[in-house]
């Protein structure tokens, strides 16, 4: 089964949370000594939605009606993972962890 959300995401108004540099976040990693990286491969997707949004993704199918529980297909999944990421990690960014989307890479400059 396939929903289409083009019409729901032509109406939502675009999220303009910005995205780290890239470039920041290469340098910063470069001068440590062990990297560890981890993708929360399509974590935006388990976002849960404001109840109140909730009836906005609603379809039908032959048997009854449904309607998602989270940010699945959304135009602004993305970056509301992104803020909720960096609201998460807010203490360790640019310290010891760097957050691009729903990739992380955790940084030492020693083993210890």
Not at 76 to 96: E, P
């Amino acid at each position: 089964m396939c929903v289409d959300y083009t019409a729901l995401n032509k109406v939502c108004p675009k999220d303009a949370y910005p995205l780290p540099n890239i470039d920041r976040l290469v340098d910063g990693a470069a001068e440590n000594r062990i990297l560890s990286f981890l993708d929360a491969y399509s974590g935006y997707n388990r976002i849960l939605m404001t109840p109140s949004d909730m009836i906005k993704t609603a379809f039908v199918t032959e048997d009854t009606n449904y309607f998602y529980k989270v940010t699945f297909g959304l135009k602004n999944a993305g970056t509301t993972y992104k803020r909720l990421m960096d609201k998460v990690f807010s203490h360790l960014i640019g310290k010891c962890v760097e957050v691009y989307v729903d990739n992380m890479v955790t940084k030492s400059a020693s083993h210890l």
